[in-house]
Structure formats: C-alpha cells, structure tokens
C-alpha cells in the first residue's frame, strides 16, 4: 500500500481545511472525497447478511398452505430447546445407568447368543398331567423347563435357549416317571447299573445353523 | 434406609459367584441337598481326586447331580460317578497318547469321555483325535457314534468322518455327514450300509446341512 500524503489525509479526516491543499493534491482529495461519499450511502454488509438470515428463518407464510404441510413446516423447523437439569439429578440418572450396565440386567425374550442354540423338545404323552425336561443344561434341577400342550392333543413341546454343545436329559412325566426322548436319536447308559438311558441332544450354535 | 444408600449399594453390588471354591472346583458345594448325605463323602473325595490330576470336575458333579435328582440309591450314585472318574482317566489317556507332548485340554477329555461312555472303542476315538488335534473332537465323536448306533462299521464310519474333514467339513457340520448316511440308508431301493456310506463319500463336501 502506498502512504497518503499526510495533508491529504488531515483533509479527508476535516482537520484541515481543503482550500488550503497545494494545487497538484486537489484533484486527488476530489476523487477520494468522491469514493468516502459512495461508501458512507451504502448500507454495511452485515446488516444485509442478518436480514437475509431473518428472513430464512421466518419465511412469510405461504398463501393457501394446508395445516398438515404447516404442521410439517413446524415439525422440521429447527428450534433452540432449553433444559434445565440439576446436577444431583444428572447424576442420579448417570449412576442408574451405569448400574443397569454393571449389573447386567436381565433381558428380555429367548434371544440365543453366539455360544447358544435352540432347542426343541417334543414328545408323545397322552393323558399326561405335566411334562418337564430335566438335564445337564440345568443341572438336573426340577421345573425349569416344562413342555406344554396347549391343544390337549398329547403332544408336548418347549423352545429353550441352551449352550451349544452336549447334554444330556431325560423327560419327565407327571413328576415320578422319567423317560428318555423317544426323538432324541442319540442315547447313553445313564450309568447307574440300572441300564436306564439317558438322551444325548447337541446344541448347535446359532452361528452354525444353515 | 435412604435411596443414597440403595444407589450405592447398587454401584458396588457385584453377582456373586454360584458355588464355592473348596479343592475341587466348587462341586461338592453345588450338591449339598442335591445328593444323599451319606454319598457326599464319598463323591467329595472323587472330585478332589478328579482335580488333583487335573481331570474336569463338571461331569462328576453333574453324574452326581443327575443320580440326586433320579433318587438313585447312595452306593449307586457314588458308583455311577467313580465310574465317571475312570473314564476320564481313560479318556485323558487316550488323548494323550494321540496328541504327545502337550497338556490335554479339559474339553477333549470330557469330549472322548462322553464318547466312550456312547460305546467308541479307544483306537477309534484316537485316531479321529490324530486327524485334528486342535480342533474339538466332540462333533467328530458324535458322528461316528451317531453311525455306530445305527450300525454302521465303526471303522468305515471314522474313515468317512476323516475324509470329511480332510474336504473341509468342521465342527457340527460333521454331523451332517452321519446325517445323510443315515438318509441313504434310508432311501427305497435297499442300499446297504457299504453303499451309503459311499454314496455320502461321492458327495462329500456338499452333504446337506441339517435344520435343527
């Protein structure tokens, strides 16, 4: 930038009078005098720029608009939302959740995991009262796991999430007779010298079933 | 008490463990009241015994269970669980001698434990071990025991399960193999065992994957 001459410059800035400027700087201070008029009748910049946002923001409504296009005008216009929370109870909300995570709540519904599967059980017992699986996958324990029959038809069937591998079960039928699943296709000697068998089930996992 | 106080507890609270730590893995914990007193001992000393030699524990413990929920007699139940003890022992043999020179994992052992109990000869369940000795035996196992039970050779049915896995069949797609020579077999026109097996053996890889 080239530096202005400084009684120019005084005169531009009204601290000197114009009349007293040599002859070679007046046509100079008239063209600059000329461009300070221009600038000074035009509106700043930014105020155009703020109108302009106002109006993005507020369009006018549009003549003969629907109430369902306005409601959808209104759902997706942008709106600042306040809230205000107190610090005990944002912590109080923070703590809860990182109990619900450390204590595993349970879920919800048969969903089997990458090491589980599904199992059906199914079995023929006609007149009988109650049905349940007792086995390796429960530790052998009593009414875990019940068949149902829903029908009366004397078929008896239950879904279970297991751990894929091997067990072994046996049904058992109104509480005293325990029976081996005539479907399970695999059987071993239970072991006890009774030659009672037990049915051997293997659980694919979910990861492995076509 | 103020719910400060339940907040915390509920921070710190941890699941606890189910059973015990006594010498042998907790078992003889998780049967008190499940099994006759008088067996307790007894089955106390065998899961020590178990553990001592680095045997699994969870099959004994679920023998015993098993004998407690069917009302089995004291000196059967203790009998049905030494007897387990000593197929582990002969199972942790088995694998040893397939795979020298390397601790046996507790599942190969409790895998060829279940599938002697199932009536596999020792050479057989050792030779399909030599075949894949990182690869859990169990699926492998239980497909030639699957077609032992319906009276296949045993020999001719670890041959196709070798083969199978030589063609890139693993884990529980093994058991398809026994699957589809059982439906051969099955199939009118009144092929022998012989000619399903190598029917499946033709087929091989592609046996189909059966539905649970």
């Known amino acids: 930038m080239s530096p202005i001459d400084p009684r120019?410059?005084?005169?531009?800035?009204?601290?000197?009078?114009?009349?007293?400027?040599?002859?070679?700087?007046?046509?100079?201070?008239?063209?600059?005098?000329?461009?300070?008029?221009?600038?000074?009748?035009?509106?700043?910049?930014?105020v155009a720029s703020r109108v302009m946002a106002e109006i993005r923001q507020n369009p006018a409504p549009v003549q003969g608009e629907g109430p369902g296009r306005r409601l959808i005008h209104w759902l997706g216009r942008p709106r600042a939302v306040?809230?205000?929370?107190?610090?005990?109870?944002?912590?109080?909300?923070a703590a809860g959740l990182t109990a619900v995570l450390v204590l595993q709540w349970p879920r919800g519904g048969p969903t089997p995991g990458v090491a589980q599967g599904i199992a059906n059980f199914v079995g023929?017992?006609?007149?009988?009262q109650s049905v349940e699986v007792v086995g390796s996958f429960n530790d052998w324990s009593r009414g875990m796991l019940h068949l149902n029959d829903d029908d009366g038809d004397g078929i008896w069937r239950a879904k279970a999430v297991l751990p894929a591998g091997q067990h072994e079960y046996m049904f058992v039928v109104?509480?005293?007779?325990?029976?081996?699943?005539?479907?399970?296709?695999r059987y071993v000697d239970d072991g006890f010298g009774a030659g009672q068998q037990n049915s051997v089930l293997i659980v694919r996992p979910v990861s492995a079933q076509p | 008490?103020?719910?400060?106080?339940?907040?915390?507890?509920?921070?710190?609270?941890?699941?606890?463990?189910?059973?015990g730590q006594n010498g042998n893995g907790g078992g003889s914990t998780r049967l008190a009241g499940r099994v006759p007193a008088a067996a307790l001992p007894a089955i106390d000393s065998i899961l020590v015994a178990a553990a001592a030699e680095s045997l699994p524990t969870e099959p004994l413990v679920q023998k015993a269970l098993e004998g407690g929920a069917k009302n089995i007699p004291a000196d059967r139940l203790v009998n049905g669980v030494r007897r387990g003890l000593l197929q582990l022992r002969q199972a942790r043999?088995?694998?040893?001698?397939?795979?020298?020179?390397?601790?046996?994992?507790?599942?190969?052992?409790?895998?060829?434990?279940?599938?002697?109990?199932?009536?596999?000869?020792?050479?057989?369940?050792?030779?399909?071990?030599?075949?894949?000795?990182?690869?859990?035996?169990?699926?492998?196992?239980?497909?030639?025991?699957?077609?032992?039970?319906?009276?296949?050779?045993?020999?001719?049915?670890?041959?196709?399960?070798v083969e199978a896995h030589n063609k890139g069949l693993r884990g529980?797609?093994?058991?398809?193999?026994?699957?589809?020579?059982?439906?051969?077999l099955q199939r009118p026109g009144g092929r022998t065992r012989s000619e399903a097996l190598a029917h499946v053996r033709a087929m091989l890889p592609n046996v189909r994957p059966v539905r649970p």
């Open chain 1, 8 to 46: 120019l410059q005084e005169a531009l800035d009204s601290e000197r009078d114009p009349g007293d400027l040599p002859v070679d700087l007046w046509e100079a201070y008239a063209r600059l005098n000329a461009a300070t008029q221009i600038l000074k009748a035009t509106p700043p910049v930014s």
């Open chain 1, 82 to 93: 306040t809230v205000r929370l107190r610090p005990v109870w944002t912590l109080a909300l």
């Open chain 1, 124 to 128: 023929q017992f006609p007149g009988a």
């Open chain 1, 174 to 185: 109104d509480g005293e007779r325990w029976l081996p699943d005539p479907l399970a296709g």
């Open chain 2, 1 to 19: 008490m103020s719910w400060k106080l339940v907040l915390a507890l509920a921070l710190v609270a941890r699941p606890a463990p189910l059973i």
């Open chain 2, 93 to 161: 043999a088995i694998v040893s001698h397939a795979v020298p020179g390397q601790s046996p994992p507790e599942g190969h052992v409790a895998a060829v434990a279940a599938a002697l109990a199932r009536g596999l000869s020792g050479p057989i369940v050792e030779r399909l071990i030599t075949v894949a000795p990182d690869e859990p035996p169990g699926p492998a196992l239980h497909a030639v025991a699957d077609l032992v039970a319906h009276h296949f050779d045993p020999d001719s049915a670890a041959d196709l399960l």
């Open chain 2, 172 to 184: 529980v797609r093994l058991l398809d193999v026994a699957v589809a020579a059982d439906h051969e």
